[in-house]
């Protein structure tokens, strides 16, 4: 079993950044592949960005490449995500979440953190 605590949400303004965390804790090594998903009201939930644990391989969605940067600390158990050049559109809860495959679904969940940008 795996747990997840995302932290470092807030109220920023247009052309601001954020940086996410997100705390790993259980069974870890279960985790192959990390990633954060974000949700806006009224949409479904959708990809922001990956990495591997083992390598440190990015993935970003396309709206978000060149704005935010996704990375992992192995000794902490913590992934990030630097978001900068923050948009309106990028309002969401954002969720982190685990999967033991390359590909397929994701298998854990966190609780998400709000971040919101206004204009």
């Known amino acids: 079993q795996v747990q997840l605590v995302e932290s470092g949400g807030g109220l920023v303004q247009a052309g601001g950044s954020l940086r996410l965390s997100c705390a790993a804790s259980?069974?870890?090594?279960?985790?192959?592949?990390m990633g954060w998903f974000r949700q806006a009201p009224g949409k479904e939930r959708e990809f922001v960005a990956a990495i591997t644990w083992s390598r440190g391989t990015p993935s970003y969605a396309d709206s978000v490449k060149g704005r935010f940067t996704i990375s992992r600390d192995n000794a902490k158990n913590t992934v990030n995500l630097q978001m900068d050049s923050l948009k309106p559109e990028d309002t969401a809860v954002y969720y982190c979440a685990c999967r033991a495959a390359m590909t397929g679904r994701y298998d854990y969940w966190g609780q998400g953190t709000q971040v919101t940008v206004s204009s």
């Open positions: 259980g069974r870890t090594f279960s985790c192959y592949v």
